[in-house]
């Protein structure tokens, strides 16, 4: 499954800059369907000149292979790529529910670089696990 976040706050349409979101929701997908899995928000304090945000934010996103938002800074896409996050970036906002169908079909297909990367990625991971398993576990 991959997780996909998109920065919103109605849930429904990417509308928020990744520094100044109000949430986020992400989803897991398969290829033949998404499902919603988890809504983050932030308390308006936590906005508000807080210069420890973007950690937070980005650590909100663990096991997300990439983040939907109209911008993001110069900062916020070094650590989200640093922490194997990609980020990307819409001119216009976009509606949640027609990104998850490219996203799917992308799965499924191929044709978008970071949904190839991230499946490779993830056959990469499993590919190791299933080496460790091989090897036995000795105390």
């Known amino acids: ?60 996103l663990t096991g997300c292979a990439a983040v939907y938002c109209l911008a993001a800074g110069a900062s916020a896409v070094k650590q989200l790529l640093a922490a194997g996050v990609q980020p990307i970036r819409l001119d216009d906002e976009a509606a949640i529910e027609g990104l998850l169908k490219e996203i799917s079909l992308a799965v499924r297909e191929g044709g978008i670089a970071w ?16 080496r460790m398993l091989e090897e036995g576990w000795d105390e």
């Open 1 to 60: 499954m991959l997780r996909v976040a998109f920065a919103s706050n109605d849930r429904s349409t990417v509308n928020q800059h990744f520094g100044a979101a109000e949430g986020f929701a992400i989803y897991a997908l398969d290829g033949e369907r998404a499902q919603l899995v988890e809504l983050v928000e932030f308390p308006p304090e936590s906005m508000d000149g807080n210069e420890n945000r973007l950690p937070a934010k980005i650590g909100t």
């Open 115 to 130: 949904v190839d990367k991230a499946i490779r990625q993830h056959a990469a991971d499993n590919s190791r696990f299933d």
